[in-house]
């Protein structure tokens, strides 16, 4: 059975919501698009590009981040990230999209998140990722299902947004396995359940 780990931007007061630009995700009147993009540097490209270099891996998505990203890194020729996106496979819990997806290597999963979730952790060998995806994180963290988180703490609060963890989360006790500071000071954080 592979590890479930959710890769999440996150604020100091635990927002999520549109990270990586304005018109990212504007629900709910969200203003503040784009927050995570000054606190970019070489130490967190590093850290993350390891993981991602990562062989046996494949990728979670929920249907907006799943949207987004295939309608922007299957257009970028000369990214190696691009590159390394594209050849992933990549699983898509919506109960709207249709098959064939359009971003290769796409595969949609059908029913209920948790209990598809559930069910290809079971089935795939291999480690899967959920990048993004913050409806589908706070399913996979409700039915018990995530194994790592790696969180990147931004200094910064906005008061106003989607959090990861909302009111109603099940309770966990998680530990400390790694942790990275940037020289923007950012902390990229790894947790894991603390009982297992």
Known sequence: MGMLTVVENLTLDGVMQAPGRADEDVRDGFAHGGWAQPYNDRVMAETMGKGMAAADVSLLFGRRTYEDFAG???KQRSN???AVLNARRKFVASTTLDEPL???NSVLLHGDAEKAVAALKEEVGNDL???GSGELCRTLVQHDLVD??????HPLVLGAGRRLFTDGAAFARLRLVECVPTTTGVLIATYRPADR
Request: proline fraction near 17%; charge should be neutral; avoid cysteine.
């Open 72 to 74: 922007f890194w299957p």
């Open 129 to 131: 990722v959920v990048l």
């Open 80 to 82: 190696p990230v691009a």
């Open 102 to 104: 359009p971003w290769q």
């Open 148 to 153: 790592q988180y790696t969180l990147l703490i």
